[in-house]
């Protein structure tokens, strides 16, 4: 026996069936059996829909945009060329799960700045939303006894300067000693290219002794792994 009072409910009171959740994409132009296989799956299709909007939102705040955008492409292509043949839903939700979880947990970046000689400097970022990010500094010599030059982190967050485009940011100690300056190359796309860290006088007690600095050019250093390879 059909039950007529949903029916009748949305007759009286205005209500619309719940429509099915749809995936990032538009499901009439699927082709890859992977896309099918998305589309014939409600669970699937809000994964999807998730990793899409998860990813727009990480993007936003990364600096190096290019190795993330390229992570994020591997993937798919994993993705992809796991279903060629056979697709599993249940591998695609494996799949999809994985790659959700690393981009809800994305937060932390590596930048470098390394020479012919045994100095070697790093800056690790922490975002903490659009504006701000922790930060940490480390130079070392890396030779037989690798030696600690410069190292300044733990809780410093530094706060961007400019909203659109996000050019510069700074970090400020309580003393008002030492001022770390950021500033940010990027290309037509958003992605930064260079950091350019800069430190004030007072900035030298974090450098033992006191002959090096903080000041550097530092380029991307990301290794991202795709989680399903």
């Not at 992977?34 to 993007?59: F, G, M, N, P, W």
């Not at 800069?198 to 900035?203: A, M, Y």
Request: with cysteine.
């Amino acid at each position: 026996m059909i039950d007529l009072m949903p029916l009748l409910a949305a007759a009286l009171f205005g209500a619309s069936p719940v429509s099915p959740p749809q995936p990032s994409f538009d499901c009439a132009k699927a082709t890859h059996l992977l896309e099918k296989t998305i589309c014939k799956s409600d669970a699937l299709s809000q994964l999807d829909r998730a990793v899409a909007e998860s990813y727009r939102e990480k993007l936003g705040i990364v600096f190096d945009k290019a190795s993330f955008r390229t992570q994020q492409r591997n993937w798919q292509q994993v993705l992809r060329t796991h279903c060629a043949r056979v697709c599993a839903a249940a591998d695609v939700e494996r799949d999809y799960t994985r790659q959700l979880d690393f981009l809800d947990k994305f937060r932390e970046e590596d930048w470098s700045a390394n020479y012919k000689t045994a100095d070697v400097a790093y800056l690790h970022i922490d975002h903490q939303g659009s504006l701000q990010f922790l930060f940490t500094i480390k130079r070392d010599l890396e030779d037989d006894k690798p030696e600690t030059l410069c190292a300044m982190g733990g809780d410093m967050i530094a706060t961007f300067l400019d909203i659109a485009p996000t050019s510069k940011a700074r970090w400020v100690d309580d003393g008002g000693k030492c001022t770390v300056d950021f500033a940010f190359d990027r290309d037509k796309t958003g992605n930064v290219t260079r950091i350019a860290v800069s430190g004030s006088d007072g900035c030298r007690r974090y450098c033992p002794n006191k002959q090096y600095m903080i000041d550097d050019n530092y380029l991307p250093d990301n290794a991202w792994a795709v989680g399903n390879q």
